[in-house]
């Protein structure tokens, strides 16, 4: 009987030691997937991937440029359509691979450099408190007049018009700066048609399109938007910016 009571105790604890295992096991595999599903949702969900056949809206980037211009066009052109399909490359360029400071303080690592930028449909040029080292600097200059030979569309915002006024790649077609900088802009580069910033929040040209900046770069980037998608979309993207409450803000 004992040696009976001793078997059965041992099969008993045979049988408790695997349940235990495959419990731990299972709950290993749970944890894991769980990890996985967490680490693809937050890594890796909103990803959007460069595909060649979509059309490539680019935002040139340097060391002080105001983010809100380079955020407001990415914001406009990123969204999907309404069934979440991805319509546009939206990609950041500057001259090197470092990590780029804005105006506020937010550090951006740009995803291409002047070298292996890839090509554009739209180049879109935003600004800077102090404009004199990018006006001086050639390279973003020859950028810009480069681009400018394949792309459809070139948009300048606030200060931006300065880099378009020294590459000279806008001549002759109207444009509009950061309220109250027009006239300098004018006696700088008296071949642009500089018009009155007081007045006039956003124009347009030919190719070429400018806005007075910050928050007016949403202006230059929707308008951009319909004439390359639709209203409809133009529309479902400012209601998914929620434009209408910050229209209504101060009402």
Not at 80 to 109: D, Y
Not at 232 to 247: A, I, P
Request: aromatic fraction near 10%; proline fraction near 3%.
């Amino acid at each position: 009987m004992t040696k009976f009571r001793v078997l059965t105790i041992i099969f008993f604890a045979i049988i408790l030691i695997s349940c235990n295992s495959e419990k731990t096991k299972n709950n290993i595999e749970k944890e894991n997937i769980t990890q996985t599903e967490i680490k693809s949702d937050t890594l890796t969900k909103h990803l959007k991937p460069f595909k060649s056949e979509l059309p490539t809206i680019g935002l040139l980037m340097y060391n002080g440029v105001l983010q809100s211009e380079v955020i407001a066009t990415s914001d406009v052109f990123a969204k999907p359509t309404k069934s979440g399909k991805q319509i546009f490359n939206v990609l950041t360029i500057a001259e090197t691979e470092k990590p780029i400071t804005t105006e506020e303080g937010i550090k951006i690592l740009p995803d291409f450099t002047f070298d292996n930028c890839p090509k554009l449909t739209a180049l879109f040029v935003p600004s800077a408190y102090d404009m004199y080292a990018q006006v001086h600097n050639e390279k973003i200059v020859n950028f810009i007049k480069e681009k400018n030979k394949e792309t459809e569309f070139v948009v300048s915002n606030c200060a931006g018009a300065q880099l378009i006024g020294k590459s000279g790649i806008a001549d002759g077609h109207k444009i509009v700066t950061w309220i109250g900088g027009g006239e300098q802009l004018q006696k700088d580069y008296p071949n642009l048609k500089v018009q009155n910033d007081s007045l006039v929040t956003f124009v347009e040209d030919g190719k070429f399109s400018s806005s007075n900046g910050n928050l007016a770069s949403y202006i230059s980037a929707l308008n951009l938007l319909e004439k390359m998608t639709s209203s409809e979309h133009k529309n479902f993207v400012e209601s998914y910016l929620y434009l209408d409450r910050l229209q209504n803000w101060k009402k």
